[in-house]
Nanobody, 119 residues
Framework: QVQLVESGGGLVQPGGSLRLSCAAS????????MGWYRQAPGKERELVAT???????NYADSVKGRFTISRDNAVKTVHLRMNSLKPEDTADYFC?????????????WGHGTQVTVSA
């Protein structure tokens, strides 16, 4: 059974930091590109950061220099370190796993963890 379980969300003041984690199981984690997406109330889901199976990273312009994505294949976990948080970072954050194979794209999503940045 495939599972992506996010943790680490919560309430933080502007300028603060959080570390999100996503624990994966049920699939070949090391072969998958992993990512974090977020969805704020009334807005569409958007890309935050991705990390390929080889470790290459990509970030949304809005989080560059503040967020860092990393992965640990040994324990099948991907992290998102978020520094200098702003109120506009408030959203539900979702973990994503995807791989392209001979049948096309295979993609999995977690259920999300809420991040609120407020004084």
């Amino acid at each position: 059974q495939v599972q992506l379980v996010e943790s680490g969300g919560g309430l933080v003041q502007p300028g603060g930091s959080l570390r999100l984690s996503c624990a994966a199981s049920g699939f070949a984690f090391s072969r998958y590109g992993m990512g974090w997406y977020r969805q704020a109330p009334g807005k569409e889901r958007e890309l935050v950061a991705t990390i390929s199976s080889a470790g290459s990273t990509n970030y949304a312009d809005s989080v560059k220099g503040r967020f860092t994505i990393s992965r640990d294949n040994a324990v099948k976990t991907v992290h998102l370190r978020m520094n200098s948080l702003k109120p506009e970072d408030t959203a539900d954050y979702f973990c994503n796993a995807r791989v392209y194979g001979w049948t096309g794209w295979t993609e999995y999503w977690g259920h999300g963890t809420q991040v609120t940045v407020s004084a």
